[in-house]
C-alpha cells in the first residue's frame, strides 16, 4: 500500500522537485510584463490629462505670479511666487478695499521698464511651456500689483491735518505701509468712477502706483476688467509662506451704497471649465476598467 505523496517543500508533487517554483516565476514574469506594458500604454494618457488640468488651473483658477519689485515691501519682498484666484471675477466678484489685487497694465503704467533679453532658444522654448501650463510665470505679461484703496464711488484723499489718507472722509490706519513711509508724499483727491479701482504699493515712496497716473484718461484708477485676480497666498519661498489677508482697517469702512452696481451675470465658461474637471478622472476610470476586463495578451 502506498503511502501519502510527499511534499518537496517548493510546491513539487510526486517526485518533480523544482517544477511549481519553474511556473511561479514564469507567472511572475508575464504580470510584470503586462503591467509594464499597461503602464507605458497609459502614461501618455496620464500627460495628457494632467497637462489639460494644468492649463485649466492658469486660464481659470489659480495663476503663480512673480514680484518684480520693492513696490509693495514688506507685505512682498522681491522674488516672492504668489498664488492669485482668477475665478471669482468669472462669477461678478468685484476687488474690494484692502485687497491685493493683479491687474494688466491700464496703458502707461511700465512703458518705462526694460523687458528681459529672451535666454537662449532651447531654454526659452522650455520656459514658455512651463509657463502655458502654469508652472513658471510668463515674462512676456504685463502686469502689476497692488493693494486696493477706493473702489467706485469712493473719495480717496491725502493728506489731512495728521498725514492721513481718508476714504469717503473717514481716516484710514494704514499698517501695511514699509517703515519710515508716509501715506503719501503727494496730495491728491479723487473720486473713483463706477468699474474702476483706486490702487497704491505698500511702500509707498518706490510705487508708481494711481497717484502717479493722475493725468490719464481715468485719472490714475484701474478698469475692473482689467484686474486678473485678488492675491492670496505667498507660496514661494517657503520662509514667507502664509495667507494674504484683506486689512481690516479698509474693509471695515462702512459699504457704499450710492452707486453701487449689482452683480453681473455668471458667464457660462467656468461651470463648463468645471463640468470638464469632474468629467476627466470617471473617463480615465472608465477607460481603464474596459481595458481590464478586455483579453490581456503576454
Keep these: 500500500m502506498e503511502g501519502p505523496a510527499e511534499d518537496g517543500g517548493d510546491g513539487a508533487i510526486g517526485g518533480r522537485p523544482g517544477r511549481g517554483r519553474a511556473e511561479r516565476r514564469r507567472t511572475a514574469k508575464r504580470v510584470a510584463r503586462r ?48 498664488l492669485v484666484d482668477k475665478l471669482t471675477p468669472w462669477f461678478g466678484s468685484e476687488p474690494e478695499r484692502g485687497e491685493v489685487v493683479v491687474f494688466k497694465d491700464p496703458g502707461g503704467w511700465l512703458e518705462n521698464e526694460r523687458k528681459s533679453s529672451p535666454d537662449g532658444s532651447v531654454l526659452h522654448r ?15 505679461e504685463r502686469d502689476l500689483i497692488k493693494r486696493v484703496i477706493g473702489v467706485a464711488g469712493d473719495t480717496v484723499e491725502c493728506c489731512d491735518a495728521q498725514g492721513r489718507l481718508s476714504v469717503n472722509g473717514t481716516p484710514v490706519d494704514e499698517p501695511y505701509i514699509a517703515p519710515g513711509n508716509v501715506p503719501s508724499r503727494i496730495t491728491f483727491k479723487v473720486t473713483v468712477p463706477q468699474g474702476r479701482i483706486w490702487v497704491m504699493g505698500d511702500h509707498r515712496d518706490l510705487s508708481a502706483d494711481s497717484r502717479y ?12 476688467g482689467n484686474v486678473v485676480g485678488r492675491a492670496f497666498v505667498v507660496a514661494w519661498p517657503l520662509s514667507h509662506f502664509g495667507q494674504l489677508g484683506v486689512s481690516d482697517s479698509l474693509s471695515s469702512l462702512p459699504v457704499r451704497v450710492a452707486g453701487s452696481s449689482a452683480v453681473g451675470p455668471i458667464p457660462a465658461e467656468p461651470p463648463l471649465v468645471m463640468g470638464v474637471l469632474g468629467v476627466l478622472p470617471v473617463v480615465v476610470r472608465r477607460w481603464r476598467a474596459r481595458r481590464r476586463a478586455g483579453p490581456m495578451a503576454d
Design 35 to 82: 503591467g509594464r506594458r499597461s503602464f507605458l500604454r497609459e502614461l501618455p494618457v496620464i500627460v495628457l490629462v494632467a497637462l489639460v488640468i494644468a492649463v485649466v488651473l492658469k486660464t481659470f483658477l489659480v495663476q503663480v505670479f512673480v514680484i518684480p519689485s520693492g513696490s509693495m515691501e514688506p507685505t512682498l519682498q522681491v522674488g516672492d511666487r504668489v
Design 126 to 140: 522650455a520656459k514658455s511651456v512651463f509657463s502655458a501650463v502654469g508652472l513658471l510665470p510668463s515674462d512676456d
Design 213 to 224: 497716473h493722475m493725468g490719464n484718461p481715468g485719472s490714475g484708477t484701474v478698469p475692473v
